[in-house]
């Protein structure tokens, strides 16, 4: 049965205009996106068999665009498309946390910087730089590792804060595993940051570490 022949409150897009985005399933969020489906399915069930087929929706949102392409009904341009709409959600959030300090707006920190991190299949290492208000003045990348270590020189950390006239920083790293525990070297890390930031007035605020679920917050555990 094609959606034109759902009741209107059932069918994907009204539902989203009368309850809003949240109310919808991930294969109602999916069907809209495609907007149409296949021979013998309809939009919704073709994301819903697009899901199964991944797993899940992040892990079709993660994949390359040969294993996106290779799926019924995919293709690069509908790749091009999503990771568009990617882009304008991350830089949506970047704007966000702009305007506030970002002591201020902690979820919307940690929703931004995992949406920057958690996709990398290595581990890699950035800074949120801020002014002396506690505003983002940017996020830089500065380290890019292996798929459980990256190697972290805090020269090149005090340099770039230097740079961008940060009056203080978030540190942030991935855990591709998905597991956000603070081993021993990450406080270690942390702690020899904090050091060298602090000859040059810089302060280190937390140590964000991203996996799966919410990142963890050094700072509130304690570790810093």
């Known amino acids: ?12 897009r009204e539902k989203l205009l009368e309850r809003g985005a949240a109310s919808l399933s991930d294969a109602e969020l999916l069907a809209i996106f495609l907007r149409t489906g296949v021979a013998g399915r309809s939009a919704v069930d073709l994301s819903r068999h697009l899901l199964n087929q991944f797993g899940s929706l992040r892990a079709l ?9 290779g799926e019924l009904g995919l293709g690069p341009a509908k790749y091009a498309q999503l990771q568009a709409v990617m882009e304008m959600a991350r ?3 970047a704007e966000s946390i702009k305007r506030d300090s970002a002591l201020e707006s902690p979820l919307q ?12 299949p290595h581990e890699v290492f950035g800074c949120l730089f801020l002014d002396n208000k506690h ?3 940017t996020f830089e990348i500065l380290f890019y590792g292996s798929i459980n270590t990256a190697q972290v020189y805090p020269r090149q950390v005090v340099k770039r804060a230097l740079a961008n006239n940060a009056a203080s920083l978030i540190l942030c ?6 597991v956000t ?9 942390t702690h020899r940051l904090k050091e060298a930031l602090a000859l040059v007035d810089v302060a280190v605020l937390d140590h964000l570490i991203i996996g799966d679920g919410d990142p963890l917050s050094m700072a509130e555990c304690g570790m810093m």
């Open 1 to 12: 049965m094609s959606i034109r022949d759902w009741p209107v409150a059932e069918r994907p």
């Open 61 to 69: 949102l993660d994949a390359s665009l040969v294993t996106f392409s």
């Open 91 to 93: 830089r949506h959030m």
């Open 109 to 120: 920190v940690r929703n931004y910087l995992k949406a920057l991190l958690r996709h990398e």
């Open 135 to 137: 505003r983002v003045l």
């Open 173 to 178: 790293h991935n855990h591709p595993s998905g």
């Open 181 to 189: 525990d603070a081993s021993q070297s990450d406080r270690e890390l």
